[in-house]
């Protein structure tokens, strides 16, 4: 595990980040967003999920990755300078995807969960849904979705949101795809969005905290 402490202030809340099929903990991304957040006084946390930490390319199968993230937790909660924060979980892609499992399954102290760029079918293939879990997650949820995600566009997160009552938030990154990379004529770096990702997170945290 890795960690992300605020320096400006006491941590509000932790948020323990997990990885995309494709790149682990220590990713650009993975590492910039962790740190940007932590900036914003939200401590993180991340991990790499058994295949990664072997340096396999294929990922583990459903019930392995959902004991990694239960193993994760309960070594945070173990932690005494980290058990009385409120906990968020989620991550990048499949990352956020089995920590919504986790949580759809009846994980306990979870305050809220993060996804960063939700992978609600494969590209091309919309009919395949995963989403049927989500109603039975109780806590608050915040999708942070590229405009033109391949994996589930902004639009399709906003339509699937309508179901959740007010229990989700969307953030729209304009222009975005599913690593959250924009078109040139936007006009901003890839460091503008990290840190819009990153804005986006803490706020929503902070504010549910509140």
């Known amino acids: 595990m890795t960690d992300y402490a605020p320096t400006r202030s006491a941590p509000c809340a932790l948020l323990i980040l997990a990885h995309g099929a494709g790149a682990g903990q220590h990713s650009p991304f993975m590492k910039r967003v962790a740190r940007d957040i932590a900036d914003r006084g939200v401590a993180v946390t991340t991990f790499d999920f058994p295949y990664m930490a072997a340096r396999r390319k294929l990922p583990d199968k459903a019930p392995v990755l959902e004991q990694a993230w239960?193993?994760?937790?309960?070594?945070?909660?173990?932690?005494?300078e980290l058990r009385d924060l409120p906990l968020?979980?989620?991550?990048?892609?499949?990352?956020?995807?089995?920590?919504?499992?986790?949580?759809?399954?009846g994980a306990t102290g979870v305050a809220g969960l993060v996804f960063l760029g939700y992978p609600l079918h494969p590209p091309g293939k919309p009919?395949?849904?995963?989403?049927?879990?989500?109603?039975?997650i109780g806590e608050p949820m915040l999708f942070v979705q590229g405009e033109r995600d391949a994996?589930?566009?902004?639009?399709?997160?906003h339509e699937l949101l309508t179901r959740f009552a007010g229990r989700a938030t969307?953030?729209?990154?304009?222009?975005?795809?599913?690593?959250?990379?924009?078109p040139a004529s936007a006009r901003r770096t890839r460091d503008d969005v990290h840190r819009e990702v990153a804005a986006a997170v803490a706020v929503w945290i902070r504010r549910a905290v509140e």
């Open 170 to 182: 969307l953030h729209v990154v304009a222009g975005g795809d599913h690593s959250f990379n924009v």
């Open 70 to 80: 239960r193993d994760t937790i309960d070594a945070v909660r173990s932690r005494a």
């Open 127 to 136: 009919e395949q849904r995963r989403d049927a879990h989500l109603g039975a």
């Open 88 to 105: 968020f979980i989620g991550g990048k892609s499949m990352g956020g995807r089995i920590a919504s499992q986790v949580a759809s399954s």
């Open 151 to 157: 994996f589930g566009t902004a639009a399709e997160i």
